[in-house]
């Protein structure tokens, strides 16, 4: 076929995402830098100035962080395990990670609010054993955030491991095993590096998913806000747009920025190119 | 030299039972009798479950979201397989520029992507809600059509094609007749897993309500924010039997669940 039939083929597609999404995003990102009909930066200003927005951020962040620290401290040595296991075993437990990930991000984060709640499974837990006299205050805090959003990310770097562990071969870490060193040290010396690059694209996946996740900080953080929380809030119940154009601005920009530092440093260590 | 972790297998079943122990709880507390949830319940009930249908937004919801989903799904398919086979068929400049801006929609935060097609879809371009809606289904759909396909078809040995070119075939016959049925079972979990990743959608149905017009999730995250009974622990466990049930088709299709492990 001649290259410029080809070319047909894909400008359908094309123009669909230039219509409906390219074009809406760049005029959204535009729109911020002007206010009535003058260039400006003062949206950008009032909002890294303004001490409630700073606290939504920092807010947003420390979440992100802490659930992709649990998430890689949990899911590594259980995406160690799943990838040693036999053929039958692995599919099994590997269809139990996936069940999760296709399940609705609202069922899971509701789920949490039965647990966590005032009368919740934790909280009697806690006041039958006599840990606590009443009922603490976990739904509704970044807390529950983090477990929502832990129990939302971890099957998905759970299955980005066992995909990467799976492409190691077990007889290096026997070879290493065999020359003197121990189960750990093998483990810590020729495995780990090996998954290096595996292990940044997941933490990526579930830092940037966290920080732009909408339907768990909106369940379980209750008046508590995090950045998406708060376009919505500003864009649908303020009526704000402007304001919610800035943070949709700085919410692509973060986002890009990460992706495009993983992808280079990825590159930089995958000894494959 | 098979040595048992005894510390490792107990620390996965641990983390295991974190993932899937909420779905359980979920599951049994639909079946309590009381008003509120509760875990565990105080009886057995199946009331909950005829109440979904009693508030008719649910069922209604859940047919707008089925409706857009297939349309959606089906709209993707019809942009997504022609561009797929472009991309995974030829080497030309600017291919990879195109694949990346094909994949761009899952790069992009779903709740910003919701808030600029309000903005611009609805409101600018005067699109109806349910147009919306489908637009906005159909571009979160799209990267999932053409990763999927696309992993299809750079399996699929395109000198079969060409053979049927040369004995005479027409090239859109030779696509529907050779490359089609060799992909077929590609094309199906493609529209599986399309099919999920819209039917779970919050981030873009959230912004695009009218009266009487949402989808299930967004119903059903209205409901929760009102109320704390268990209809929707049932409607959870409606929805869990049918993401099995899709799931074990997926499996089956792709002979195996290996496309989720590679990224």
New interface residues.
């Given amino acids: ?1 001649k ?1 410029n039939k ?2 047909w ?2 400008l ?3 123009l ?2 230039t219509v ?6 760049i ?2 990102i535009g729109s911020t830098f002007v206010q009535e009909g003058k260039p400006t930066l003062e949206g950008y200003l009032y909002f890294f100035k303004d001490a409630y927005f700073n606290r939504i951020l920092l807010t947003t962040l420390r979440v992100s962080v802490f659930t992709t620290v649990i998430c890689i401290a ?2 590594y ?2 995406a ?3 990838s040693r296991l036999g053929t039958r075993k692995k ?1 099994i ?16 984060s ?6 966590l ?1 005032r ?3 934790v909280n009697n837990a806690l006041v039958a054993t006599g840990i606590v006299d009443k009922p603490i205050e976990i739904l509704y805090t970044p807390t529950a955030m983090i477990i929502g959003l832990v ?1 939302l990310f ?2 998905l770097i759970i ?2 491991l ?2 990467v562990m ?1 492409n190691v071969d077990s007889e290096l870490i ?1 070879a290493a095993e065999s020359l003197g060193a121990s ?1 750990f040290t093998a483990l810590r010396k020729v495995l780990f590096p090996l998954t290096i690059p595996g292990l940044i ?1 997941g933490s990526v996946l579930v830092f ?1 998913g966290s ?2 996740a ?2 768990t900080p ?2 379980l953080g209750g008046k508590e806000r995090v950045i ?1 929380t708060f ?2 809030q500003n ?2 119940t303020l009526n704000d ?1 402007y304001l ?2 800035v943070i ?1 601005t700085i ?2 920009v973060i ?2 920025v990460v ?1 495009g530092l993983m992808n280079k440093v990825a590159t930089k260590l995958n000894p494959k190119g | ?1 098979k ?1 048992k ?1 005894y510390g ?2 107990i ?2 079943t641990l ?2 039972i ?3 122990g ?2 359980v ?2 599951s049994v ?1 639909s079946f309590g009798p009381g008003t ?4 565990p319940p105080d009886g057995f009930s199946l009331k909950w479950y005829q109440n979904i249908w009693a508030v008719d937004m649910f069922p209604k919801t859940f047919v707008t979201s089925i409706i857009i989903s297939l349309l959606g799904n089906l709209l993707a398919l ?3 397989v ?2 797929a ?3 995974s ?2 080497h ?1 400049r600017g291919r990879d520029l ?1 694949n990346a ?2 994949l ?2 899952v ?7 919701g ?7 609805l409101v600018m371009y005067q699109l109806p809600i349910y147009a919306g809606l489908l ?2 289904h ?2 979160i759909m ?1 990267p999932f059509i053409i990763r999927v396909i696309g992993s299809s078809l750079s399996n699929f040995d395109f000198s079969i094609e060409e053979a049927a070119v040369s004995l005479g075939a027409g ?1 859109l016959q030779a696509f529907f007749r050779v490359v089609l049925p060799n992909i077929r079972s590609g094309i199906m979990a493609a529209v599986l897993i399309a099919f ?1 990743e819209s ?2 959608n ?2 873009i149905s ?2 695009m309500t009218g009266p009487g017009i949402s989808t299930l ?1 967004i119903q ?2 209205t409901y ?2 009102n109320y ?1 009974d268990p209809t ?2 049932a409607i ?1 466990v409606v ?2 039997i049918l ?2 049930l ?2 074990f088709v997926i ?1 089956r299709l792709m002979g ?2 290996a496309y ?4």
């Fill in positions: 076929m290259i080809m070319y083929l894909l359908p597609g094309l669909f995402l409906f999404m390219l074009i809406p995003i005029l959204t949990l899911g040595p259980v160690y395990y799943i599919g437990l590997l269809a139990l990670s996936i069940f999760p990930l296709l399940t609705s991000p609202v069922v899971r509701f789920s949490w609010m039965i647990i709640g009368k919740g499974l129990h971890l099957p299955i980005t066992v995909g799976e026997r189960r694209i940037v920080l732009t909408y339907t909106a369940l998406s376009l919505y864009a649908m747009w919610a154009s949709a919410m692509i986002t890009l992706v | 030299m040595e972790h490792l297998a620390f996965s983390v295991f974190f993932l899937l909420p779905l709880i979920i507390t509120v949830l509760k875990f019809i942009l997504g022609p561009a086979y472009a991309l068929r030829y030309f195109l801006i094909f761009s929609p790069l992009i935060p779903g709740i910003v992507l808030f600029t097609m309000l903005k611009y879809v637009v906005g159909t571009v799209l090239r999920l039917f779970n919050v981030d959230v912004f999730p059903m995250l929760v924010q704390f929707i622990a959870s929805l869990m993401t099995g899709l799931m499996e195996g669940l989720f492990t590679k990224r």
